[in-house]
Nanobody, 117 residues
Framework: QVQLVESGGGLVQAGGSLRLSCAVS????????INWYRQAPGKQRELVVS???????NYAGSVKGRFTISRDNAKNTVYLQMNSLTPEDTAVYYC???????????WGQGTQVTVSS
């Protein structure tokens, strides 16, 4: 069993920064990739960034150069550092893991990020 708990969201001014955290527990050996998604009201959920077990990362073009994903294996935590935030970044952000062997995906509860102008 894998469980995810996000934290770190909140209200920030444009140009500011936030760091989101995703605490991971359970059978982490089965995890193939860890992802951050976001979903704005009335819009489709989109992939923000992913990091695979080998350490490679992929960022959405809209956040490349501003957001950084990292992981602290000792703390079983994945982070999303978000800099130079704009109102277009306002969304609920979700941590997600892809598991091997057809075990499927696991989602956190989400954390709200609101960027004011």
């Amino acid at each position: 069993q894998v469980q995810l708990v996000e934290s770190g969201g909140g209200l920030v001014q444009a140009g500011g920064s936030l760091r989101l955290s995703c605490a991971v527990s359970g059978s982490i050996f089965s995890i193939d990739a860890i992802n951050w998604y976001r979903q704005a009201p009335g819009k489709q959920r989109e992939l923000v960034v992913s990091i695979i077990s080998g350490g490679s990362t992929n960022y959405a073009g809209s956040v490349k150069g501003r957001f950084t994903i990292s992981r602290d294996n000792a703390k079983n935590t994945v982070y999303l550092q978000m800099n130079s935030l704009t109102p277009e970044d306002t969304a609920v952000y979700y941590c997600n893991v892809d598991r091997r062997y057809g075990l499927g995906s696991v989602w956190g509860q989400g954390t709200q990020v609101t960027v004011s102008s």
